[in-house]
């Protein structure tokens, strides 16, 4: 079965630019994850979907983040400025309803200047 | 929130001896625990994972230790071998792992030749 895909891989922006992160789980993979990881660090959960719904979103910046995912299936993760502590990679994963495991995307490098 | 704190942050050990790899955990809630393995630039691959009804589980090379009393986990790799370079992570969960991860800062193993 085909994996988690994220796109873009890579992102160069300037502070106080916007941009926006694509994620397409496994298929009927119910739940979806976004996670940060700063260089040298273990990822960072920023909100978790049920389908179309937030199960947690605690960890969110949402004064610059947002994260929407309408049909309950792609996501889209969106930062609007970027600051410098931005830069890291964002990791989406996905599990399927009831499951453990989570499994993740390739990641989008973002690189703030 | 729960917090997990990973040791060592670096591991060298000689090709063909074993490494260990310890975690604790603060929130007594936590009832699973993952074990993943993030080679450079690649996405984090799941290796292992225990639940807290279990104390030891075992896959071929690899071991995962649980003391839920001290609420410590532990995973032990035996001859190790260099494609076992890379940085492993240690996560817990609430809610059997349908709930998002909280990760350890890593660890880097060097497998020396």
């Known amino acids: 079965e085909a994996g988690v895909a994220q796109s873009p891989r890579y992102k160069i922006i300037e502070k106080r630019q916007s941009v926006a992160f694509w994620c397409n789980p496994i298929?009927?993979?119910?739940?979806l994850y976004w996670y940060q990881q700063i260089l040298g660090q273990g990822p960072k959960l920023l909100i978790q979907?049920?389908?179309?719904?937030?199960?947690?979103d605690s960890q969110l910046p949402k004064d610059r983040f947002s994260a929407e995912r309408l049909k309950g299936v792609d996501s889209t993760l969106k930062i609007q400025p970027a600051k410098l502590e931005d830069s890291a990679v964002y990791l989406c994963?996905?599990?399927?309803?009831?499951?453990?495991?989570?499994?993740f995307g390739p990641g989008t490098r973002l690189t703030v200047l | 929130g729960e917090n997990v704190e990973q040791h060592p942050s670096t591991l060298s050990v000689q090709e063909g001896d074993s490494a260990v790899i310890k975690c604790t955990y603060s929130?007594?809630?936590?009832?699973?625990f993952p074990w993943y393995k993030q080679e450079l630039g690649k996405r984090p691959q799941l290796i292992i994972d225990?639940?807290?009804?279990?104390g030891e589980k075992k896959d071929q090379r690899i071991a995962v230790t649980l003391n839920k009393t001290a609420k410590h986990f532990s995973l032990h790799i035996t001859e190790t071998q260099p494609e076992d370079s890379a940085v492993y992570f240690c996560?817990?969960?609430?809610?059997?792992?349908?709930?998002?991860?909280?990760f350890g800062k890593g660890t880097h193993l060097i497998i020396q030749p």
């Open positions: 996560a817990a969960s609430i809610g059997g792992g349908a709930d998002g991860l909280t």
């Open positions: 225990i639940r807290s009804n279990v």
């Open positions: 929130d007594s809630a936590s009832n699973y």
């Open positions: 298929s009927g993979h119910a739940t």
């Open positions: 994963a996905s599990s399927s309803t009831g499951g453990d495991t989570q499994y």
């Open positions: 979907f049920q389908n179309n719904g937030v199960v947690d």
